[in-house]
């Protein structure tokens, strides 16, 4: 394959047509790695993991590992975890409180700010003469979004927000509380990765508004996970006002979420946590609460969505994050952030990590079946004789409006109702732009 | 409910033979059993085994400073954790498991739960501490091969001849788990 474009057959979006190969081909990741996460704003965490000055954390900007702190001065900092000398990781610890970073090679020590402090033989090594400013800790850009912290190492990459673009609208109400406060959640402490032997786009495309899959989730719906005392997995279930189903795609950034829009911006609340009255009193105040602060914009329950390239998020009572880290064609590590309403009574902040545990990751109820499913489609992606047939995103096609059905969805939101591949044809035409590096050159020249 | 514990040993040779099992004895053909019903699929027997206030926990284990091995662990009843599980939880997951349609286990896994190194580190007239090693062994489908190994502590209450369990927590040897899915009970 030419190693700065990629053929424009493997990935046809519009006739809704993918090869198998993108997901199996070692030479087309390695452009991913530096094409598409290079190149993107990435999610590496959340402030209320790092509270307090000298906090810190390991966490992954693609495949690059970085260490984030809440250096001496308050600022969150992103920096490669690699010592400027040999490449070792400076950091060591899932998380802590550190004012400085020791390489345990040669002994090179950083502040959590990243500045080179430390330098054994500074004098008789080095004259006193290294460039500390130039030998500090690689920094990442950092931007800070209603609590989420986001990160590149590209210095070409446009504004975070410019990438977001109309996605901002369901990215902050991610990021709001139940009542629509916004910066409402914390992070449940306790990260959880694990390792898929599937190629990263799977899950992120599953995530984007794979409204089709209900039959993987047969088994927990029979059983029973929501807290409404109803059956089935979703809490909003419970709510019977008439709403749209519609999955809100946003093509100049690869973005989309799928939502429920209702019809009626003044709703009552109907119990969807009635098992816990405590629980469920604390969403009926919540639900009034949001109506008052939102307006018209209340009319969205925002269900779930991607943030281009490795985000996935899922709202409506089960706050999670979730990132795919690549780390071969065939081998994804996945993170997983739990959130709950940061001013929520205790009771609710309990309930809500006991739904989330029972939901999501290799022991959730409900994603157990997805990554079952993400691991399976692994096999059919590596077949020589599949390559014969495309994979088949055509689903519900031509059918999308843009901003519609209501404009305040953001000129740049390109929406199809209902049960649709709608959004990974989105997905998978962002991707295959950035993969273009021509392309990708003019983009960034605009 | 019927364990080796509870097998007439009268026509193996008398008493003389088999000898009374001590306590620990007691505890181990318990988790032997269990173990047994776990690679069986017998889960509702298995669910049987827990008291009706039993607590079933496994944290996230995470990488910290030597002199912060608190930490190590996420916290019970406050953090995130692979299982924070009551009986009715637990029995929703038997349910899940045993209808045929929970892909991420049909068909099942083939197990080989290994119980080891048990020791009682408590023992009162109504309750048992125990810990004991476990290695669990899942070999699903055709070559996906699962290795879990790790630290568990129960607490056992007596039932009749045999043990109940009461809480169980489970300290899992591994921070990013290594495989896809945790699909089996340990």
Redesign the interface.
Known sequence: MDSDTIDGRLVDAEAGLIDRRIFADQDIFDQEIKQVFGKSWLFVGHESQIPNKGDFFTSQAGRDAVVVTRDSEGEVRVMLNMCTHRGMPVC?????NAKRFTCPYHGWTFANTGDLTGLPLSSEGYGGQLDRKKWGLIQARVTLYYGSIWATFDENVPPFEETLGDMALMLRDFMQGPDGEDDGLEV??????????SNWKFGAENNAGDLYHDV?H???Q????ALSGLRGRHVWAADKHKFRTLNVAYPAGGHAARVNLYDDEQREYHPQWAIVPEVDDYFRAAHYARQERLGEKARLLNRGGIIFPNIAYNSAGRWQITMWVPRAPNRT?VWKW?FVPKNAPQKVK?TL??Y???YG???G?VE??D???W?SAQVGAETAAGNRLPMNYTLHMGQAQWAWPEPWLGEGAYVDEGVSEHAQRVFYGHWAQKMDAQAGEQEAGQ | MSSASTIDTANLGGEDAVAVPTLKERVEDFLSYECELLDERRFDEWLELFTEDARYW???A????HN?LG?EY??E????????EDKK?LL??V??LK?G?????EPFSRTSHITTNTRIQEASETELTVSSRFIVYVNRREGEVRLFVGKRIDVLRPAGATFQIAKRSIFLDQ?????????TFF
């Open positions: 060591r610890y899932d998380k802590g449940i402490d306790g990260i959880l990765k694990f390792e898929i032997h993987s047969n088994s927990v029979r059983v029973g996970l590590e739990y309990d990590r006991h989330l545990l029972r990751g290799p022991s109820m157990q079946d990554i079952e499913n691991a | 496994m944290p996230l995470r990488n910290v400073e912060n930490a996420s916290r009843q406050q953090d995130a954790a692979w299982f924070d939880t929703q997951r349910m899940q209808g349609d929970h892909w991420a286990e921070s990013k788990l290594l495989f896809k899915n945790l699909t």
